[in-house]
């Protein structure tokens, strides 16, 4: 399935653009590096490539619904919503305490984009 995004273009966004590597010298990302930026967004792409972009045209023609009290959506959300809990790619910019990454919002912004 081809990808809905540029990484290369992404890429330069995040490097170039935006100078990701310079956020790691402040110290709330001072346990961070740019190499681990990019592990993380190769990480979130692998899921969304297993996961997600598979279901993607057919969650688009069947929109989620309330039934009964209950939101039903595509069954493919499913495993897609656990794989990223389980992989600690929920609420990656929240402060560690809160069970977050505490990732810059650039990379998290990245991230969720993917």
Do not use: W
């Amino acid at each position: 399935m081809a990808k809905e995004y540029d990484r290369r273009n992404l890429d330069f966004l995040i490097k170039e653009v935006f100078d990701s590597a310079s956020l790691c010298k402040y110290p709330r990302f001072a346990d961070y590096t740019p190499d681990m930026f990019d592990m993380l967004l190769d990480s979130a792409d692998l899921i969304a490539e297993k996961y997600l972009r598979p279901i993607y045209v057919d969650s688009d023609r069947k929109a989620a619904e309330l039934v009964d009290g209950v939101v039903q959506v595509h069954p493919g959300v499913e495993p897609y919503v656990k794989e990223m809990g389980e992989s600690g790619m929920i609420g990656v910019t929240f402060d560690l305490e809160h069970g977050g990454q505490q990732l810059p919002s650039l990379i998290g912004g990245a991230h969720e984009f993917i």
